[in-house]
């Protein structure tokens, strides 16, 4: 079952992220065209991306468009969204003690679906699709059962993360998605109609310095789905 809770800190992160909308944000506010899938999903398997798995601190981001207005406790967040399934589970990790796991944090994700399009905002006020939060257990791991992210005029594909300890964030991030990956999913399904994201990870002013260091590791293909993983550093 769904938890909603108002968020306590709702106008602050609205704040920051006014800032963000100037960003490469023109496909946000799009309304999902709802085409429908493919019966003929590409069955080449893919995988690619990098473990980020070092022992590093995972770099800050901005919080980018659209931050959550709303609390929900969920793992699957897909709602009516169609798209390829994707599973990711996410390892938050303490670099100031060997990389040891952290539980007990709160990690919640926001994308886009494969339109470009977010709820919560523009023609999607009234919608929650695409969010989740999930409380990493004695592993530090969460895991969302989700859609792989379309893309949007401006940006590579990405996935939004905000990590809260004890009420308050201890790290906003971004998970990028290998190319070879992109280009598997976005040429079948629900995606064939926008084709490739014409933004690479190379090409994005977020990921063009720390790419390494955030980008998923993915396997599987659009046919049967995919998995993700990536981990977050933080020093807690």
């Not at 960003?23 to 398997?45: E, I, L, Q």
């Not at 523009?122 to 969460?142: C, D, E, F, H």
């Not at 993360?161 to 976005?186: C, H, L, M, W």
Request: charged share 15%; proline share 8%.
């Amino acid at each position: 079952m769904t938890q909603k809770i108002r968020r306590r800190e709702a106008l602050a992160v609205i704040g920051a992220a006014g800032a963000a909308l100037a960003f490469g944000c023109g496909g946000d506010t799009a309304t999902p065209t709802g085409p429908s899938p493919s019966t003929t999903p590409a069955s080449t398997p893919t995988a690619g991306g990098a473990t980020n798995s070092t022992c590093t601190v995972t770099p800050n981001e901005t919080v980018g468009p659209y931050p959550s207005v709303t609390d929900l406790f969920r793992s699957d967040i897909r709602e009516d969204r169609p798209g390829t399934p994707l599973a990711l589970t996410m390892t938050v990790v303490n670099t100031s003690n060997g990389c040891s796991p952290v539980p007990g944090v709160n990690v919640e994700i926001w994308q886009c679906d494969a339109a470009g399009s977010y709820s919560q905002y523009g023609g999607q006020t009234a919608r929650t699709y695409l969010r989740g939060i999930q409380t990493t257990n004695a592993s530090g791991q969460v895991t969302f059962t989700t859609i792989y992210p379309g893309w949007y005029q401006g940006r590579a594909t990405h996935i939004h993360v905000d990590v809260v300890r004890r009420g308050t964030s201890a790290k906003v991030t971004q998970i990028a998605f290998p190319e070879p990956a992109n280009a598997a999913v976005y040429g079948t399904g629900v995606y064939a109609p926008r084709g490739a994201n014409p933004t690479s990870n190379t090409r994005d002013d977020i990921f063009a310095d720390s790419l390494s260091s955030e980008l998923a590791s993915i396997s599987g293909d659009p046919a049967t789905g995919m998995t993700a993983t990536f981990q977050v550093g933080i020093t807690a």
